[in-house]
């Protein structure tokens, strides 16, 4: 029984019911609200503060010292303070003398300071073992579950065995821990909290941009044309019709341009000979936000799909139906039926669904609780067998929708193509390429290329 107990100890020297005391200084939102979590967690804690004071609003069972006594009772001494105010910490340091100090603190905008605020903690206070962690958590996070919130925390230090402590707290309160490395990470940790999806801004400007070209581009041939030369009132086209030839347009042009980068990045490595080199910073920036572009292409066929849904419903559509119905009855007349149009709508629906089915498909795979789950050749497959053959089906299921009338003259307003026409311009290229591409006379060489072969050795950096 000893032994057995010995041996769980020796696993998890953390889970017995006695924990180390933890020192906080700050009593602020954040401070209380981690000081809250970790008595929870069964934790000692103890607040340094410049008022001893007790207040209703520090944690039941916490203690409240001045900063000296507060820091000689724990060995883990959390500032959940501001930079500017770490200058009280100058008279504490020998008694902050190998002791392990957690930063939590962020920044009011990015790389504000020369160096990060561990950093310069750990030059006020040289005999600490300085650990960041923390500052991507946030106190309305830890008062309301941490299942509400990213259960990640950023961790980095210099001393091993006093990044292994806070990692160690880390868990206990339920957390995840990622160890970033050695302090020098600190700037990069205070930054992320600071960026707004930053892997989003790309996809998100060039879509804003593709809708706005595209809405005055649709504007202008279907309400604005009929208005100058037929003298008929279409604005209220703006409201769906619009809409729904915009989201299938930027739902292609988008799920191409996931592609693209891959297909470029290809052509330079055969170019070159060689893998070991850099690609253009545009074309690796391109490449890390192909996911967030997937995603907001999807977004975009997604609304297609619920616009398309709303039109038997419409207004306009019953009222042209209705017409044709009541033209027919008094003509006393019906048109046969054309077996050609019926196979190209009933093409051009089913392979908008399938499509569809394998837009969704690559998006669910794209997220981390499923792509966490299936091997690499497996999520390979999925993201790029599938994901080709999803873009063939929807460049096939535009091509089909337009049927005859690339060739009308009548589809030419002002010399204007449908906006369908021009959103085929990049799936096409990227098939088209993409087909070369696998001809064994470029395909063998790549498959080398990317297993480590070089034409030019003396090429690579």
Not at 5 to 33: H, Q, W, Y
Not at 117 to 124: G, V
Request: proline residues 5%; glycine residues 6%; hydrophobic residues 45%.
């Amino acid at each position: 029984m000893n032994k057995n107990s010995s041996n769980i100890m020796a696993l998890a020297p953390n889970t017995s019911n006695k924990r180390e005391t933890v020192c906080i200084f700050g009593t602020g939102d954040f401070g209380r609200a981690l000081g809250h979590k970790m008595i929870q967690s069964g934790y000692p804690v103890v607040f340094g503060s410049r008022s001893t004071q007790t207040s209703s609003l520090i944690p039941k069972g916490a203690e409240v010292l001045s900063h000296a006594e507060a820091a000689q009772k724990a060995a883990v001494i959390i500032t959940a303070i501001q930079r500017q105010h770490y200058n009280f910490l100058t008279p504490l340091t020998e008694i902050l003398h190998g002791k392990v100090l957690v930063d939590v603190s962020n920044n009011l905008k990015i790389n504000e300071h020369p160096e990060s605020n561990a950093e310069y903690l750990a030059q006020l206070v040289p005999g600490a073992k300085v650990v960041k962690a923390f500052n991507t958590v946030s106190a309305w996070a830890l008062q309301s579950g941490t299942l509400d919130a990213s259960r990640q925390v950023f961790v980095c230090g210099d001393d091993m065995e006093a990044k292994q402590m806070v990692m160690n707290i880390v868990r206990a309160l339920g957390l995840t821990p990622l160890d970033q490395g050695s302090l020098l990470a600190a700037q990069e940790i205070e930054n992320y909290p600071l960026q707004l999806f930053p892997m989003w801004k790309f996809p998100i400007l060039l879509s804003f941009g593709l809708a706005a070209f595209f809405f005055f581009y649709c504007l202008i041939r279907n309400v604005i044309y009929p208005y100058v030369y037929e003298n008929k009132d279409f604005s209220f086209f703006i409201a769906i019709s619009i809409p729904n030839r915009i989201c299938p347009i930027l739902a292609l042009i988008l799920l191409a341009l996931v592609y693209l980068p891959g297909v470029l990045a290809a052509i330079i490595q055969l170019y070159r000979g060689t893998k070991y080199h850099r690609f253009p910073d545009w074309l690796d920036k391109w490449m890390l936000c192909r996911k967030q572009l997937g995603l907001v292409a999807l977004a975009f066929a997604s609304l297609h799909v619920l616009y398309t849904l709303v039109i038997p419903i419409r207004y306009f559509v019953r009222w042209r139906m209705s017409n044709q119905i009541i033209s027919q009855v008094l003509n006393n007349k019906t048109g046969p039926l054309d077996t050609t149009n019926a196979w190209l709508s009933d093409s051009y629906v089913a392979l908008g669904i399938l499509g569809f089915f394998l837009f969704v498909l690559l998006g669910i795979t794209s997220l981390p609780s499923v792509s966490n789950n299936v091997n690499w050749r497996e999520f390979r497959f999925v993201q790029s067998k599938l994901g080709y053959l999803t873009l063939i089906l929807c460049t096939a299921h535009t091509l089909v929708y337009g049927g005859k009338r690339f060739l009308s003259p009548s589809s030419y307003r002002w010399y204007l193509p449908n906006a369908y026409m021009l959103s085929l311009i990049i799936p096409c290229m990227v098939l088209v390429v993409k087909f070369v591409l696998i001809f064994p006379c470029l395909d063998k060489p790549l498959t080398r290329i990317r297993q480590g072969w070089e034409r030019n050795p003396q090429y690579s950096e």
